[in-house]
């Protein structure tokens, strides 16, 4: 039974490797990127710079600008547009004032409205296209006195200052001139969706980017702003969440069938702060490693040189972009992408096979035929969520038992299975066995990533459109199970002997000091999971991964390549006699975070496929020799640990007898 199962395991692996090549060929390896500047940072550089000039940017890699949306307020501190008051409208000339006298426009009238007079011919044409929107919902009127035209809101709050009235038209005009594409940028101040229509009409973008923390349209109106977009065929800059998380982004996602591009960007304070190189890092990682396909770059607005040093800075991504492959503009969206139901059906025989697996080895395989009917309760419990139109419940449930399974089989299997440590055999055996038996866990943990990626390859996780929930359990369940199997020796021993061995264990001193310990590897653990980690990454850290990445192209996890991996080595290495010894305990849970972080490596689902691959081969061998130079240095340990007699000062066993 026990071959047949891996047999299952290793077909539906395969099958579920060849039905990433899709994935892989139609999002992965799309190769063209945009850098997009940011308009309103543009517009300060260039009061700082009156010098420069956007051809000039578009010359050293900017792509495209970002054009605003104006509120009323905003054309006022531009000088656009100009409210105009009781004393304003007495000092007028006699015929201006009784033009503005037919429109019912007269000093007493003003104490609840307000009046404006439009101070630009762009201004003009945006706010008459307005027209029908304004009057509609405000009662607004635009009508030409004079030689000025104005608008008048009969019923005036302040709150209207947040109204939309237009884009700007000076940076429309300048990207078409230096042959720039066009980022509408749209926010949800209380016209917007309006707004976002009628002036989409105008401006005809290739992409928008939302401003603030809501897309425009939510919560009501986002069916309106979809159908808007669908009808211009605007594809939707999607920022990464992490970044700013935007109210109704999902949501407006899902209903334009993930027609969206990936989008990464740095606020302005982070900008003045940080070197050339690390915003050109960061911006490359984001491309390179989470599928980011628009950068929204904001230059520097402060300090000395301001045009050497957003020059040089755009000239130095756009060269290290070429270099690894990229073309600069043409982005476009990836059609809406998923696996059959068929593949994921398969992933989730695999998985199940594996589930039974690992419960063959918790009861040391005596009750093979009565687990077989998980089968058989996985293949109803597919059944109804399909039924249900559960497909994306299905996903999240076949992926969150691949995590779980696959990296507890690969210590239970490997390291916890009774064979000969490295010190028991020969060192060309205990070179070979160590080797072989590594390997065979890293692999073991990978078949689990493959399963992941298959039960989750649909652009609603690749976009993280829809989360993979359980990221904290994925890391804590396979500790807890491998504690399990360790502390109640179920490969040995019957559960109902070793349970009460362990409830009547003395706890001494050293008990308490190891249990501290292992908090404090808990907190640490949980701490940094995630991408709003609880513990901050420190500043050495971060420059010691910035060094591994120029120097292997992808940076390989530390909890892989740094504690995991050389851990399991040292364990692997250990005999059997010392499994029983108790600091074997907090080493076999160290051990195990390498293969958990693996398998955990491909929930990673926005990451391409050949980078989560290309990291977990850096783990592996980069694993394998710090491992080596573990062992050695315990070897070093234990030959003063004897010469010296420490054994007569510490016992760090268990008291089993």
Known sequence: MKKLLIAIILITVIAAGFSLSGRIRDIDQTDQVEIVLDGEGYQELKSLLPELKLSE???????????????IEDLIEIGSLRRLKNIDLAMLDSELRSELAAEGIENNTLSGGALFVLLSDSLTTQVENLGSHLNEDFAAEIFKAGDYSFLYFPNWSESLLELNLAFNNQHLEAAREAGLEVVYRSGNKVNAAAALEKNLQLINP?????????????????????????????????VEPFIVNQAGSRELAELNNYNLLRTHSMQQDEVEKAS???????????????????????????????????????????????????????AEASPYFTGSLYKLLLALLGVTAAGILMLNYFSKFKYQKFLNIFFLISAAASLVLIQGGQIVLLRQITALGAAIIFPTLAIMVFLLNDQPGGEELSRTSALLQITKRFTAAVLTALLGGIFISTALNSSDFIFQVEKFRGVKLTFLMPLILISFYYLFKLGESELKTELPRFLETAI??????????LALIAIVYIGRTGN??????????????????????????????????????????????????????PLLLLASVGVITTVNTFSHLHTPIMISLLRTFHSYWLGLIIGAIFVIFYQLIQHFYKKYHLDEYLNWGYDNE
């Not at 040189?305 to 040089?312: A, C, D, S, Y």
């Open 57 to 71: 940017l578009k010359e050293n890699g900017v792509s495209a600008l970002a054009v605003y949306q104006q509120s």
């Open 206 to 238: 290739k992409l928008i980017l939302f401003s603030g923390e809501e897309v425009s349209g939510f919560p009501a109106e986002l069916v309106s702003t979809a159908r808007v977009m669908q009808e211009q065929q605007i594809s939707f800059a999607f």
């Open 508 to 517: 001494k001193v050293k008990h308490l000091v190891l249990a501290a310990i």
């Open 276 to 330: 050339p190189q690390l915003i050109v890092d960061r911006y490359l990682r984001s491309i390179r490693e989470r599928n980011v396909k628009v950068i929204l770059h904001r230059p520097y607005l402060e300090g000395t040189n301001l045009f050497e040093r957003n020059l040089n800075l755009l000239t130095s991504l756009t060269t290290d972009l070429e270099r690894a492959g990229y073309r600069i503009s043409g």
């Open 532 to 585: 709003f980690p609880l513990l901050p990454v420190p500043a050495w850290e971060l420059t010691f991964r910035s060094l591994i990445e120029r120097i292997l192209y992808v940076r390989p996890r530390f909890k892989e390549f740094l504690i995991g991996h050389p851990l399991l080595v040292l364990a692997l290495w250990l005999g059997r006699k010392k499994r029983n010894q108790l600091y074997f305990y």
